[in-house]
C-alpha cells in the first residue's frame, strides 16, 4: 500500500494533507475559485493519486445527482392556479 | 425601511417581473418543494405558497438580482415556519446527532474514499435519489441547492440564513453522508470497493 508500486505513473499514492486538499477540489468542484482554480486541480490531479480518485468521486456524484434528482414531473395544473391565484389578488 | 423595500412597482411591472422573473423557475421550485416534503400535495401547496408571498412582497424584490435564489429563500423559510412542523420527520435530532458525530474530529476522509467514480456511475436507478432522500433535512437542503441547483456558496449562505465558512463544512459533512450511503448500494450491487474493514 505503500510506494512499492507505480502502476498510478508520477502521482504519489499518499496525500500528504487529505483534509485540505479535498476540501479545495470541492471548492474548485462548486465553481468557487474560478480560472485560479482550474491551475491549482491541473498540479494537483497530476501529482497525486488519492486527489485525482477523489476528484473524479465527487465529480461522478455530482453529475447522477444532477442527471437522476432534478426530474420531478410538474403537477399539470399548477402553473395555472398560481396565475390565477395572482390574478384574483390583484 | 431600505429604499428597495420602498419602491413601488407599478401593476404592470409586477405581472412582467412575476411572468418573466419568477414563473421560469417553478420546476426548480417543485422539485426543491417535493424533496424537502416527500410529498406531492405538500410540495403544491408550499410552491403555492411560496409564489403568493413572492407576489405580496414584490415591492421587496430588486429586479436584475437574482429571482431564483430569492425565491429559493421564501420558499425554505416557509417549509420551516409551516410544514416541518406538521411533518413527522424527526429532522432536529437525526441532524444533531451527526452533525455532532462529523464535528467530532476532522471528519472521516478515508472511510469514504474507497467508493470508486466507475460505482457511482453505474448506478442507474434510483440508489442516488434514495440516498439523498435519506439525509437529514439541512443536508439534504445543501445538496439540492449546490449541486441540483448550482447555487454558489454566497447564494446558499443567503438563502439559508448562515455564514459561507458553515456553507462549505455543512456541505462537505452532506457529501460524506451521501458518499457512505452510496457505498452501501455499491457494495449491495456487488462492486469491489476496496473494502478492508468493517
Redesign the interface.
Known sequence: MENNNLSSGERKLQCSDVSKCFQLLESILDGELGEEGKDLLKQKLEKCQPCFEHFHLEQAIREVLKTKCTKQPLPEKLADSIRQMIHDVR | MSEVQRRKYS?EE??SI??GEF?PH???M??FA??LTFD?DD??DL??DT??KA??FINSFEQGTNAKAWLFRILKNSFINEYRKKSKQPAKVDYQEVETFYNSD??D??ST?D????S??D?LG?E??NA?NALAVDFRTV??L???EGF??EEMAKILDIPIGTV?SR??RA?NL??DK?KGYAQSMGYNTDEEEE
Open positions: 401593476q409586477k405581472t412575476f411572468d414563473m417553478i420546476d426548480s417543485y422539485n417535493f424533496r406531492e410540495a403544491k410552491v403555492q409564489y403568493m407576489f405580496r476532522d471528519v476522509y478515508q474514499t467508493l470508486r467514480a466507475e457511482v456511475k448506478m434510483d442516488i435519489s439523498l445538496i439540492i449546490a449541486d441540483l454558489t456558496y462549505r456541505l462537505h457529501r451521501l458518499k452510496l
